[in-house]
């Protein structure tokens, strides 16, 4: 009998003291215009100082709001400085 363990190992954006409240959506938005940012500065989305901010904001946002700001960013519509 062969047995398998599974680990997951679950992570979230770490505390920031610009966002002390509970209420993180303004926390979600920097976190994906850092992201951007990051990617504009670097030329690519793989770049290890960039996939953090990511992650941070992967984990943050609802998926709704990540694709409709995806969408704005492709219309040039987007209200975030980037």
């Not at 926390?27 to 670097?42: M, S």
Request: with cysteine; aromatic share 14%; charged share 25%.
């Amino acid at each position: 009998l062969l047995c398998f363990v599974l680990q997951i190992e679950l992570k979230t954006a770490p505390a920031d003291f610009r966002f002390p409240t509970t209420n993180q959506s303004r926390h979600c938005f920097t976190r994906y215009i850092e992201f951007h940012r990051c990617v504009a500065a670097k030329g690519e989305e793989d770049s290890g100082e960039c996939s953090k901010f990511a992650s941070y904001y992967r984990s943050l946002c609802p998926g709704e709001w990540v694709e409709r700001w995806n969408e704005q960013r492709e219309n040039g519509t987007f209200p975030g400085p980037l």
